[in-house]
């Protein structure tokens, strides 16, 4: 898939706990883009970056960071998972165009 | 930010027949959009774009239409097949390369 690798896949966390969620690229893409997509909002923006250590929020930021050190890693971190951070989370790369998107990780916050 | 809209979040048609699924959006700075489509466990596959500069594209079997005046896109099947089941998004880009996605319709087609 475009050579965008998620890890990991699927995770189930306990409340109040750091998770680091890491997003790989091999395309050598400029913009690089965390959703979350939950049943009835489809997919929403949480913070993107538009070249190494340049990031942005997106629309429903609060409670995630993001890093990006290099530019074939972006990391979302959640500082203390809560149970409505549970959801799909989908990263994705854009080289100017079109984005590709990730398989995905299944989060679950118990 | 933003939003931009789906009409009918579920739509089912008949093997062959052609399907229409509607978007609306709000952002009249919007320059370029993009259908995805999105299957069960998997991440939104693109489809085809459009710019603003532009009122049709086609492809195979898929074309979109844009209508500036009214900040509404639309996604044409033709014969639709049953591997088009799925969900499709409409997504609109602007400054910063900023992509948002509408809340998606979920398309099934019977056989």
């Known amino acids: 898939d475009a050579g965008i690798t998620q890890s990991p896949r699927h995770k189930v966390t306990e409340t109040g706990t750091p998770v680091t969620l890491r997003c790989h690229q091999t395309?050598?893409?400029?913009?690089m883009y965390w959703y979350r997509q939950d049943p009835g909002h489809g997919l929403r923006l949480i913070h993107y970056?538009?070249?190494?250590?340049?990031?942005d929020k997106g629309e429903v930021s609060d409670g995630y960071s993001v890093s990006r050190s290099k530019t074939e890693d972006f990391l979302l971190t959640l500082e203390s998972a809560t149970s409505s951070q549970t959801s799909v989370y989908f990263c994705?790369?854009?080289?100017?165009?079109?984005?590709?998107f990730g398989q995905g990780t299944r989060l679950t916050v118990v | 930010g933003e939003s931009v809209g789906l009409h009918l979040p579920t739509l089912s048609v008949q093997e062959g027949d052609n399907s229409i699924i509607n978007c609306a959006y709000s952002?009249?700075?919007?320059?370029?959009f993009i259908w995805y489509k999105q299957e069960s466990g998997k991440g939104p596959q693109f489809i085809i774009d459009i710019r603003s500069n532009m009122d049709k594209r086609q492809g195979q079997r898929v074309t979109v239409l844009l209508n500036k005046t009214v900040k509404h896109l639309s996604l044409q099947i033709a014969a639709t097949q049953p591997g088009d089941s799925a969900v499709y998004f409409c997504?609109?880009?602007?400054?910063?390369?900023?992509?948002?996605f509408g809340t998606g319709t979920s398309l099934t087609v019977i056989p």
């Open positions: 997504a609109e880009i602007y400054t910063g390369n900023q992509f948002y």
């Open positions: 952002n009249s700075a919007s320059d370029y």
């Open positions: 994705a790369i854009s080289g100017g165009n079109e984005a590709f």
């Open positions: 395309e050598n893409h400029r913009y």
């Open positions: 970056s538009y070249g190494v250590k340049d990031t």
